[in-house]
C-alpha cells in the first residue's frame, strides 16, 4: 500500500511542475485523494460490499468534487489534474500512466447490465471537458482533445478532436494537414471549416467582380442602377 501511495506522490511530480513538495500534495491535491479513497472503495467493491464502497465514493464526490465508481478498474501511476467533475463509471477500465484533466466523463450509452463504459489503453491523455461515451477501447498511447465527444473506437498512437471527435494523427501518420500534437495545441476543425467557407466566397467575389467588369454591368444599390440609367 505504501509503495502505490509513493509511485501516486511521484507521478504527480511528474506530471505537474506547480507541485513543490509531499505535504502539498498530500492535503491540496483533490485528484491524488480521490485516488486513494477509489482504491479503498474498490477494495471493498471487489469483497461485493456494494453499499459501503458506493457511500464512500459519495463522500469522495464531495469532498473532491470527482465521481469514480468503486466497479471501476485503474491502472498504476494515474493521475486526474484539478479534477473538479471528473466522471469514471462503473465498467471503465483505465490502463497505467493514464492522465485526465478537469471534466472528463468516461460514460455509457445505455441502460444495460453490461459493460457500457470505454477502455483506455496505457498513456492515454484526456483533455479537459471531453466526453468518452460507450463500450469501445482508447488506444495506448492517444490523446483526446479538449471538449472532445468521442462515440466511437480510437486507434492506437491517434489523436482525437472535434464534436463528434475524429482522428487528426494516428500510428505516426497525420490525417490531413495538422499542428503537433502538444495538449495546448491541438487543431481546431470549426476554424479550419470557417476558414475554407471563407476561401470560397472570396473566390466567388473575385468571380463575380470579373464577370460585371467584361459583361459592363452596373453595380451598386437599387438607386444607384435607377439613376445610371
Known amino acids: 500500500m505504501f509503495k502505490t501511495i509513493k509511485e501516486d506522490i511521484q507521478t504527480v511530480f511528474e506530471r505537474d511542475p506547480a507541485a513543490r513538495s509531499v505535504v502539498e500534495i498530500l492535503t491540496c491535491y483533490p485528484g491524488f485523494h480521490a485516488l486513494l479513497i477509489y482504491r479503498l472503495s474498490h477494495r471493498l467493491w471487489r469483497r461485493r460490499w456494494f453499499w459501503a464502497a458506493r457511500f464512500l465514493s459519495h463522500l469522495c464526490r464531495f469532498l473532491t468534487g470527482i465521481e469514480i465508481h468503486p466497479g471501476a478498474t485503474i491502472g498504476r501511476r494515474f493521475f486526474i489534474d484539478h479534477g473538479m467533475g471528473v466522471v469514471i463509471g462503473e465498467t471503465a477500465e483505465i ?47 492517444s490523446k483526446i482533445g479538449s471538449n472532445a465527444v468521442v462515440v466511437k473506437e480510437v486507434p492506437l498512437n491517434a489523436t482525437v478532436v472535434g464534436v463528434p471527435g475524429r482522428v487528426v494523427y494516428a500510428n505516426g501518420v497525420r490525417v490531413g494537414a495538422q499542428t503537433d500534437l502538444e495538449h495546448g495545441q491541438l487543431p481546431d476543425p470549426d476554424e479550419k471549416a470557417i476558414s475554407c467557407l471563407m476561401d470560397q466566397l472570396r473566390s466567388l467575389e473575385r468571380r463575380v467582380k470579373e464577370l460585371e467588369q467584361g459583361t459592363g454591368a452596373v453595380t451598386g444599390s437599387p438607386v444607384e442602377k435607377r439613376e445610371a440609367n
Open 95 to 141: 490502463g497505467d500512466d493514464c492522465t485526465l484533466y478537469h471534466g472528463v466523463t468516461l460514460g455509457g450509452t445505455s441502460w444495460a447490465k453490461e459493460k457500457r463504459h470505454p477502455t483506455l489503453g496505457n498513456n492515454v491523455v484526456v483533455g479537459s471537458g471531453a466526453k468518452i461515451l460507450g463500450p469501445f477501447k482508447v488506444g495506448d498511447n
